[in-house]
């Protein structure tokens, strides 16, 4: 499956983005999708996560309450919608899946087999 983020850009602590992972390639469904960021100087780390039905999420807990993470497998889409953002949550966010159950974690990074190109979010102060 091919992978591919969008929606990252500038704003303003406080405020909202929300960022699109578009995939193509194989049936989306049996994919589930997670959602990692890498700040610079620091290593990747697991922001959310969700199954392939949707029926299972995970959040990081630096981003719980504030981040939602959403599916639709009828467009073949993944989303994070970002509220109440922080400048600490500057980073480049990239989308990856994996073919069966999901998994999560900052050490699960490698079972994600598929990944999108990254999309950098930068929150000023």
């Known amino acids: 499956v091919q992978l591919q983020a969008s929606g990252g850009g500038l704003v303003q602590a406080g405020g909202s983005l929300r960022l699109s992972c578009a995939a193509s390639?194989?049936?989306?469904?049996?994919?589930?999708v997670a959602w990692f960021r890498q700040a610079p100087g620091k290593e990747r780390e697991f922001v959310a996560a969700i199954s392939g039905s949707g029926g299972s999420i995970y959040y990081a807990d630096s981003v719980k309450g504030r981040l939602t993470i959403s599916r639709d497998n009828r467009k073949n889409t993944g989303n994070l919608q970002m509220n109440s953002l922080k400048p600490e949550d500057t980073a480049v966010y990239y989308c990856a899946a994996r073919e069966g159950a999901v998994i999560r974690g900052d050490a699960v990074s490698p079972f994600y087999d598929y990944w999108g190109q990254g999309t950098l979010v930068t929150v000023s102060s």
């Open positions: 390639g194989r049936t989306f469904s049996s994919f589930a």
